[in-house]
């Protein structure tokens, strides 16, 4: 085989799979057209040119495919294909770094893949584009005097080189403008000032891992037990990370169990609910025995929270009526109280109060902080309101719209997030804001997790402090601890923080009980070890 041939074949192949491509990806957005609009209904980028880009997307992928069958319009289908494949690139990059709401647009199986597979996946299509349009040999009526020009093959591909790098710089550029066009939160002023508090924070240990952790379920006997994405595993590391044991739990088969569960730790029993499967699993840590107990609860299950060894305090999204609740039931799955005054219930499937129950392991008092805007509030486990308060952001929040569709919800436009992770700690709420002071520069904001303190009972606003991060290690899940430590979770990299600070000033940020606590020590067994 010649290596003319060897180019011919490598460039049908290349051109078959990009046909391939843009025809699924068509086809898969038409096949679920009414949630491909809502999807791009919450992109910051694009909310404002949903519906069109709903309806020309597609098609122009389809056509794309079209133009790359024919020979003498292939061309112009790679240069069309490059272009897209740039652009889509680029959003995806600034939707992971910059966005302060990530929607994925994909359908079918690009939808199953990560953010970084699915980054990675454009940044091949775009190298598989580039060899393509300079493998391709151009089928016109002066083939036969073109051939007879030995110079006229190295300017075609220059010409071609210097296409595809316009056309690189013509993506990158557009999505650049559409990303400084789009108004977006902490790129100007916010209207509110954070009072920093004279807190010292150096990190005590950080390890990454190999599982990705999802939550810390509970500490005992100077251990982090954390989950990660299968509820049959349990993993227990040491205060200074240098130890990681795994337990494997010997679950059965629950239908719509994954990926929407959680876990709670009273050592040495782990209990696991499933937000939609409508289960409460209760596993022994020490003695091979799991009970599985059916819920009689309507709708989601979310945001549990342990009470004591007995009971659980959890959110409920009624399926019928669609609104959100609180209620607190026992280990036995049965419903103890529902609250009737807390929540305001607007049938809205709980998306305009969607937000964390934190419980204070030391008082016993709970917070529910809401994640896109800058309302809370504290009560007991008896549903006693305590206040009903604010976030000091008070001013920097966008009001979030719902769409119904029937019995769907959803959001009509990207919803801000105001509020992240929080952390409920002796007497005081700790939580993560996605706003930017006015008082805070650019750089100070990206590269800590700024971390505002309110008192639990009173709603007052303590203070703020700062927990070091990066792009790599960015703090997405965070929980105060014992003696002034906070182990922060980012994928599988945990970080323990150790904070200093003044008692006067915020004694919460110093010693205080674990998260719980169990009666008796006990050696747990290790079924693997990393």
């Excluded at 004591?308 to 209620?327: C, E, G, N, T």
């Excluded at 009903?388 to 001013?395: A, E, P, Q, V």
């Excluded at 029937?406 to 002796?426: C, D, T």
Aim: with cysteine; net charge positive.
């Amino acid at each position: 085989m010649t290596m003319e041939n060897i180019k011919k074949t490598i460039s049908t192949v290349l051109i078959i799979l990009l046909v391939i491509m843009w025809v699924y990806s068509g086809i898969s957005k038409y096949q679920e057209f009414e949630r491909f609009g809502i999807e791009l209904n919450r992109s910051p980028y694009l909310h404002q040119m949903s519906k069109a880009i709903s309806y020309l997307l597609p098609l122009g992928e389809l056509l794309l495919a079209c133009l790359l069958i024919p020979a003498r319009t292939r061309l112009v289908g790679l240069y069309l294909s490059l272009f897209l494949m740039v652009f889509f690139t680029v959003y995806i990059y600034a939707m992971l770094n910059y966005s302060y709401y990530i929607s994925c647009g994909c359908m079918g199986l690009f939808e199953k893949l990560s953010w970084e597979e699915h980054l990675s996946f454009n940044m091949m299509a775009c190298l598989l584009c580039i060899v393509a349009i300079l493998l391709h040999r151009s089928e016109t009526a002066l083939q036969p005097y073109i051939m007879k020009r030995p110079n006229k093959s190295q300017k075609t591909v220059k010409q071609r080189l210097s296409i595809t790098i316009a056309l690189i710089l013509l993506g990158v550029g557009s999505m650049a403008i559409l990303h400084y066009s789009t108004d977006m939160p902490n790129r100007k002023n916010n209207g509110f000032e954070r009072q920093f508090l004279p807190v010292g924070v150096r990190v005590l240990a950080q390890e990454t891992f190999m599982p990705e952790f999802r939550e810390l379920i509970g500490t005992f006997e100077g251990r982090y037990y954390l989950m990660g994405q299968n509820p049959s595993i349990i993993y227990s590391i040491s205060e200074d990370l240098r130890d990681l044991d795994s337990i494997k739990l010997r679950l059965e088969y629950v239908p719509n169990f994954i990926p929407r569960f959680y876990g709670l730790l009273d050592y040495p029993l782990v209990h696991l609910l499933g937000g939609n499967a409508h289960t409460l699993i209760t596993a022994h840590l020490e003695k091979d025995s799991v009970s599985v107990i059916p819920l009689s609860l309507p709708g989601f299950l979310g945001s549990p929270v342990l009470l004591d060894s007995d009971r659980f305090m959890l959110r409920v999204i009624d399926s019928a009526s669609l609104d959100a609740y609180f209620v607190s039931m026992d280990r036995a799955g049965q419903v103890i109280q529902e609250e009737q005054h807390l929540s305001r219930r607007l049938g809205d499937a709980g998306f305009l109060s969607s937000g964390q129950l934190r419980r204070d392991p030391v008082s016993g008092k709970l917070s529910y902080v809401h994640f896109n805007d800058h309302h809370w509030m504290s009560f007991e486990p008896d549903f006693q309101l305590h206040v009903r308060s604010h976030t000091i952001d008070t001013n920097a929040h966008v009001k979030t719209e719902i769409l119904r569709h029937g019995k769907n919800v959803n959001y009509k436009k990207p919803p801000l997030a105001v509020n992240a992770f929080s952390s409920a700690h002796r007497e005081v709420l700790h939580v993560r804001s996605k706003l930017r002071a006015d008082n805070e520069s650019q750089k100070a904001f990206g590269s800590h997790a700024v971390i505002d303190c309110y008192q639990i009972h009173t709603g007052e606003y303590l203070g703020s402090y700062y927990l070091p991060q990066s792009n790599k290690h960015e703090v997405k899940q965070f929980y105060c601890l014992d003696h002034g430590k906070v182990i922060a979770l980012s994928g599988g990299t945990v970080t323990v923080f150790q904070i200093h600070s003044n008692p006067t000033t915020i004694g919460a940020l110093g010693s205080a009980a674990p998260l719980h606590s169990g009666a008796v020590a006990a050696n747990f067994r290790t079924e693997r070890r990393y």
